[in-house]
T-cell receptor, first 110, second 114 residues
Framework: GEDVEQSLFLSVREGDSSVINCTYTDSSSTYLYWYKQEPGAGLQLLTYIFSNMDMKQDQRLTVLLNKKDKHLSLRIADTQTGDSAIYFCAGRYNTDKLIFGTGTRLQVFP | DSGVTQTPKHLITATGQRVTLRCSPRSGDLSVYWYQQSLDQGLQFLIQYYNGEERAKGNILERFSAQQFPDLHSELNLSSLELGDSALYFC?????????????FGPGTRLTVT
């Protein structure tokens, strides 16, 4: 079945890079996503990667996909306090539904 | 602003009651998804509609039901509410079927059952 795991918490200093990790069990997902959820807000799509890609860069965001290890990561360069939020990885499977990870709370301190 | 609207923003009700959550998709989007976010279960898919018809079902309880109307708005009905139903309920919409179409999320309805 589909199962997506993330570490629960990450704390970084402003200006440093953040790396949020995600592991999944079902490799049939065609797309893998990263969403951001700020307090009291909905889910904002940050970026996505096709399953046939290894890496995707989008401004301060870099997504790495290791299909062999079923591991996905999101790197945020020059992390800012405005990046403090909960980050979810998600896979999209044959029925269109999104399977979300457990979420990683990123806290950025000055 | 994603273009997806959900009402109400907050809802407080008692156990045993029934509530209806409403979602208006982005203009032109035919597919609507409902997700539940709770402390116990995390974010999980409930149900999907496409152009008025049920398309996929996830971990949706029998006490819950949904529908999509001809104008494409959707309602999620929750009945015989229990404390454990307290959660944030998200609606998302996409223009078509298939993973190539992004899902846009609404701001959510926070349901508190007391």
């Amino acid at each position: 079945g589909e199962d997506v795991e993330q570490s629960l918490f990450l704390s970084v200093r402003e200006g440093d890079s953040s790396v949020i990790n995600c592991t999944y069990t079902d490799s049939s997902s065609t797309y893998l996503y990263w969403y951001k959820q700020e307090p009291g807000a909905g889910l904002q799509l940050l970026t996505y990667i096709f399953s046939n890609m290894d890496m995707k860069q989008d401004q301060r965001l870099t997504v790495l996909l290791n299909k062999k290890d079923k591991h996905l990561s999101l790197r945020i360069a020059d992390t800012q306090t405005g990046d403090s939020a909960i980050y979810f990885c998600a896979g999209r499977y044959n029925t269109d539904k999104l399977i979300f990870g457990t979420g990683t709370r990123l806290q950025v301190f000055p | 602003d994603s273009g997806v609207t959900q009402t109400p923003k907050h809802l407080i009700t008692a156990t045993g009651q029934r509530v209806t959550l409403r979602c208006s998709p982005r203009s032109g989007d035919l597919s609507v998804y409902w997700y539940q976010q709770s402390l116990d279960q995390g974010l999980q898919f409930l149900i999907q509609y496409y152009n008025g018809e049920e398309r996929a079902k996830g971990n949706i309880l029998e006490r819950f039901s949904a529908q999509q109307f001809p104008d494409l708005h959707s309602e999620l009905n929750l009945s015989s509410l229990e404390l454990g139903d307290s959660a944030l309920y998200f609606c998302a919409s996409s223009v078509g079927l298939g993973a190539q179409y992004e899902q846009y999320f609404g701001p959510g309805t926070r349901l508190t059952v007391t």
